[in-house]
């Protein structure tokens, strides 16, 4: 299973970008998809999650900017970013429990890393 994310870039304060991240490989199903982030210096933090019935969660500092999405069709999680600051400057990732098989266990899946730089 593999997780490509893309749609990072520079942009300046205010900005919007859309971050994509496509999951492939042998998948039977994917439960939660999520969206991480980990800004130079700092720990990894959750940026915002999707169940695979639509249910999501936010970190405080992104509600009402940032808008988690998905495409069960397409084995793909979106994140739209609105009014971005320079603070939400980091490298994002994505993650999806993935489950290969029916009978299986889940697989914790991640992507490669995506750089958002926010301008001030």
């Known amino acids: 299973v593999q997780l490509q994310a893309s749609g990072g870039g520079l942009v300046q304060a205010g900005g919007s970008l859309r971050l994509s991240c496509a999951a492939s490989?042998?998948?039977?199903?994917?439960?939660?998809m999520g969206w991480y982030r980990q800004a130079p210096g700092k720990q990894r933090e959750l940026v915002a999650t999707?169940?695979?019935?639509?249910?999501?969660n936010y970190a405080d500092s992104v509600k009402g900017r940032f808008t988690i999405s998905r495409d069960n069709a397409k084995n793909t999680v979106y994140l739209q970013m609105n009014s971005l600051k320079p603070e939400d400057t980091a490298v994002y990732s994505c993650n999806a429990d993935v489950r290969p098989d029916p009978m299986g266990p889940g697989l914790d899946a991640w992507g490669q890393g995506t750089l958002v730089t926010v301008s001030s």
């Open positions: 999707i169940t695979s019935g639509g249910s999501t």
């Open positions: 490989g042998s998948i039977f199903s994917i439960n939660a």
